[in-house]
């Protein structure tokens, strides 16, 4: 999916570490589609053991409605490597995410659905949760041609994307439709492998 | 030059300045659970699968552990591992199905078959594929669409990462083992601290675990945030490799071995950052928290969020603490335990299963405690009786089950009751990762036979 300028609310959830198991709880992988995962984001902060939403949970606030960046904390996406997070995030509405920084494979993960992981310096990251608190409604924007944020204060901050997901991004790249232009490397590739194992044999 | 960048540099297909490589992927394990929307995304563009040879299939996730003859009653679950079969059947993909003697742990049955070779580059759709790196393979996780892409091309776009030498050296003290080298390490550098790196471990104390100890280190490697972790390749690993159904033969064999050897870090090679253990200093670990880097040696005192002096930490070990029901500044040993699971691609191989039997042979488990083990895979499970394990696991009062991840992810309905406390041999202790509302230790499988005896967390040395 293509990604290039939004403008947008921020949700802040300063927690570090969550983990994908959050994000999405495992018992809700047994689909065998990518639909109706929004539903069950953070499911367990998210409702109570009758299933009803927690007032106090920021998702289920006003202030999240249509809000297209959430405001990570420190190693966002640590853990399992299910694609089911970010493709849950996207369904809730996320387009974006800021943090610090990202645990690998969710970060790879998110690039390849159009969900922008935004990496910021500490004391941008710290002063825009300082902003959101201040004011719920200021907003950012994230432009990935110029790979730039604007702060609430109208600070531009550059944040790195690499050059193939940016491109990718902006003109909604397919990455196998990319490789499968290769076939002629990988088919002379393979005649030069040795050792290969064969697994129907 | 790392043997990490000599794999990487012996498999690159193609690459454009400022693009990243295109990498071809030798060996590519799937599973029921991350799987499904990735051929349903080559049946949308009519793919093919490029090489079935080079893919394997099996179901290990969401699979229950008790009596196989009965059918699945969870129908989602069911229609999941359906799924899984009609995809391999119309793809040409062999599949270790439910009813398969060869089924497992996708991460148990890859090396035990001689799948898992030295030099490969190894992916699948989980997070600990890091685990085949104990043979000198660059396996790591991966998402679904990239399963897609592996699925369409045998190639994945990759960028390099940082390398991270971890150099353990020294004598693991009695009660201490490959777990709690990893656990020791996680806890220094932190459950990010290795994030856009890849690991190789070396020193003499890695160089004496056996694979299947180095396979409990690798497995950990994503705990600690890199995705990929190795063991360079030496007589341990050939002698584990050989004869096995996949493994080369004859001068195949011998072929091989000759360039597994050349998997070595050069002598003048540099890496990005390098860590030391000293294994000689390492006591059992045992974590107290919410994420596997939260870690301590099983004497020591839970962390207190007073001493703590970076906010965004002392919060996050608050929380951490709250819903764990714990205190800062008193041990663990002596807590009582609802719950010990014994399994999971970490602790589920055959010396994992032998090192508890070991401890619970002519002892019985606290009758307060639920004590469930679960093999690796078909193969350890027919190894295990062979050796009369299971009959020592029933008599001490334990639970002995079919082969799967069962309660290490709890989505098969082996789980732990909310507010219950789980010693584990498993990888993660994230909340809810054992069921909803389950707290979780993880630790060795000595320490877990140990706390399953006493029924509280015991050092593992007190029983020796």
């Known amino acids: 999916m293509k990604f290039q300028m939004l403008q947008s609310r921020m949700v802040p959830m300063p927690q570090r570490n969550i983990d ?14 990518k639909e109706g995962l929004g539903d069950n984001l953070f499911c367990d902060w998210r409702y109570d053991a009758q299933g009803k939403p927690k007032a106090d949970f920021i998702l289920n606030q006003p202030r999240a409605a249509g809000a297209q960046v959430l405001l990570a904390g420190d190693n966002f996406g640590c853990g399992s490597s299910r694609e089911h997070a970010p493709w849950a995030l996207m369904q809730f509405g996320f387009r974006a995410l800021i943090s610090t920084s990202f645990a690998d494979i969710f970060r790879a993960n998110s690039l390849k659905n159009g969900l922008l992981p935004v990496i910021v310096p500490a004391d941008v990251h710290a002063a825009l949760f300082d902003a959101v608190a201040s004011d719920r409604n200021v907003e950012v924007r994230i432009d990935l041609q110029n790979q ?14 690499d050059s193939f997901s940016k491109h990718c991004l902006l003109e909604g790249v397919d990455e196998i439709g990319y490789t499968l232009q290769h076939q002629a490397e990988i088919a002379a590739f393979e005649a030069r492998r040795v050792g290969s194992v064969n697994t129907t044999a | 030059m790392t043997i990490i960048e000599k794999i990487w540099d012996s498999h690159v297909v193609y690459q454009q300045p400022g693009a990243p490589a295109l990498l071809y992927i030798d060996l590519h394990l799937i599973h029921e659970v991350t799987s499904p929307q990735a051929f349903q995304g080559l049946r949308e563009r009519g793919l093919k699968v490029r090489r079935p040879d080079l893919t394997v299939a099996t179901t290990d996730h969401s699979i ?20 899984l079969e009609a995809n391999c059947r119309e793809f040409d993909i062999p599949l270790y199905g439910i009813h398969s003697d060869r089924q497992g742990i996708v991460h148990v049955i890859g090396p035990e078959l001689g799948l898992t070779q030295p030099g490969m580059t190894v992916v699948c759709g989980d997070s600990h594929t890091a685990t085949h790196g104990a043979f000198g393979a660059l396996a ?23 390398t991270l030498q971890v150099r353990v050296d020294g004598a693991l003290k009695p009660g201490v083992s490959a777990k709690d080298i990893i656990l020791a390490l996680i806890a220094r550098i932190g459950i990010g601290g290795g994030t856009g790196s890849i690991i190789e471990y070396t020193g003499n104390a890695i160089r004496a675990l056996s694979m299947e100890e180095r396979m409990t280190v690798c497995n950990m490697t994503i705990e600690g945030g890199a995705r990929a972790g190795l063991v360079a390749p030496d007589d341990t ?116 299963l032998r090192t508890a039997a070991r401890l619970l042979a002519g002892r019985k488990v606290n009758p307060k405690v639920r004590v469930l083990v679960v093999p690796g ?88």
């Open chain 2, 64 to 83: 229950p552990t008790t009596d196989r003859s009965l059918p699945i009653v969870d129908e989602i679950a069911a229609r999941q591992v359906a799924q």
């Open chain 2, 237 to 352: 690993t050939f002698q584990y490799l050989h004869g096995r159904p996949h493994a080369p033969k004859g001068a195949e064999w011998d072929a091989a071995v000759a360039r597994w050897k050349q998997l070595v870090t050069d002598a003048d090679a540099t890496y990005g950052r390098t860590i030391t253990i000293d294994a000689g200093a390492l006591e059992p670990m045992i974590t107290f928290g919410t994420n596997p880097g939260m870690g301590i040696p099983i004497g020591a005192p839970v962390p207190e969020p007073s001493q703590v002096s970076d906010p965004g930490e002392r919060e996050a070990l608050q929380q951490a603490l709250t819903y764990m029901g714990l205190e800062g500044g008193k041990p663990l040993a002596g807590h009582p335990v609802n719950v010990v699971f014994i399994g999971s691609c970490t602790n589920s191989r055959i010396s994992d």
């Open chain 1, 20 to 33: 994908t198991d959050q994000i999405i709880p495992a018992r809700f992988l047994k689909t065998i589609s």
């Open chain 1, 148 to 161: 730039t944020l604007t702060t609430p204060d109208g600070r531009t901050v550059e944040f790195p994307v």
């Open chain 2, 140 to 162: 790591f996780g991966i998402g679904t669409s990239e399963i897609e892409h592996v699925l369409a091309t045998q190639c994945l776009l990759q960028r390099k990462s940082k």
């Open chain 2, 377 to 464: 895979s078909q193969e350890v499970k027919r190894q295990a009786i062979a050796e009369g394990l299971p009959e020592i696991f029933r008599a001490a009062g334990a639970e002995w089950r079919e082969p799967g991840c069962s309660m290490c992810i709890a989505m098969n309905g082996d789980s732990v009751a909310a507010g219950q406390y789980s010693l584990s041999t498993s990888n993660r202790n994230f909340e809810g990762r054992q069921g909803k509302g389950a707290r979780t230790f993880l630790a060795s499988p000595l320490t877990a036979a140990a706390s399953a005896i006493t029924g509280v967390v015991t050092d593992v040395r007190t029983l020796l």
